[in-house]
């Protein structure tokens, strides 16, 4: 028997095209899902091979700086080395110029003249004392300046002092101690041989 068809055939093609669109919605819903979960792997990778190369350049970097650091204290410590060797060597300089000086200061009292106190501050000496008189203080003076050790004395001030019978000048000298060598070691223009 031959089919009648009592439905409308455009109908059915209507219900076949709504279903072929609905699998065809269903199918690509199902492929958008699956790209956007593999795109979301993908960052995800990314992401977390980044971080982890971000961790290993934090610990490189912490471990620079505390190579830094440790330069930094080693290059202090070379310093306040050096420092120390430098004053060693200066004080190594300057062992003969003390005997060359308390030897001048000898030679350069002359008789009447007692001394009561020598400080130095570098080159420069202050002498203090007393003398039998103001000449004898002027001798001194004298003596200091044909010194080949010391130079340019100073008088800072003579005080008269009656002590019993006697009558004393107490003074106060100043004068520049002649380096035996420059800072740089070399035996400095001037000095005495």
């Given at each position: 028997?031959?089919?009648?068809?009592?439905?409308p055939w455009r109908a059915e093609l209507?219900?076949?095209?709504?279903?072929?669109?609905?699998?065809?919605?269903?199918?690509?819903?199902?492929?958008?899902?699956?790209?956007?979960?593999?795109?979301?792997?993908?960052?995800?990778?990314?992401?977390?091979?980044?971080?982890?190369?971000?961790?290993?350049?934090?610990?490189?970097?912490?471990?620079?700086?505390?190579?830094?650091?440790?330069?930094?204290?080693?290059?202090?410590?070379?310093?306040?080395?050096?420092?120390?060797?430098?004053?060693?060597?200066?004080?190594?300089?300057?062992?003969?110029?003390?005997?060359?000086?308390?030897?001048?200061?000898?030679?350069?009292?002359?008789?009447?003249?007692?001394?009561?106190?020598?400080?130095?501050?570098?080159?420069?000496?202050?002498?203090k004392g007393n003398a039998q008189s103001?000449?004898?203080?002027?001798?001194?003076?004298?003596?200091?300046?044909?010194?080949?050790?010391?130079?340019?004395?100073?008088?800072?001030?003579?005080?008269?002092?009656?002590?019993?019978?006697?009558?004393?000048?107490?003074?106060?000298?100043?004068?520049?101690?002649?380096?035996?060598?420059?800072?740089?070691?070399?035996?400095?223009?001037?000095?005495?041989?």
């Open positions: 028997m031959p089919r009648i068809n009592l439905l209507r219900q076949k095209r709504k279903k072929e669109f609905m699998v065809a919605l269903a199918g690509s819903l199902i492929v958008a899902v699956g790209v956007i979960y593999l795109s979301k792997l993908t960052v995800q990778g990314w992401t977390s091979a980044q971080q982890g190369r971000n961790e290993v350049l934090r610990t490189e970097i912490a471990a620079l700086e505390k190579q830094i650091q440790e330069i930094s204290n080693l290059e202090t410590q070379r310093d306040r080395l050096r420092a120390r060797l430098q004053v060693i060597t200066q004080l190594q300089r300057s062992r003969p110029e003390v005997v060359h000086l308390f030897d001048e200061l000898v030679n350069a009292i002359p008789e009447g003249v007692y001394l009561t106190g020598v400080t130095q501050q570098g080159t420069r000496i202050e002498i103001s000449t004898r203080v002027s001798a001194l003076m004298r003596n200091i300046d044909d010194s080949e050790w010391l130079r340019a004395p100073g008088l800072e001030g003579v005080d008269f002092v009656t002590a019993g019978t006697e009558r004393n000048a107490q003074f106060t000298v100043f004068a520049e101690q002649v380096p035996m060598a420059s800072p740089d070691g070399e035996i400095a223009q001037g000095a005495p041989k």
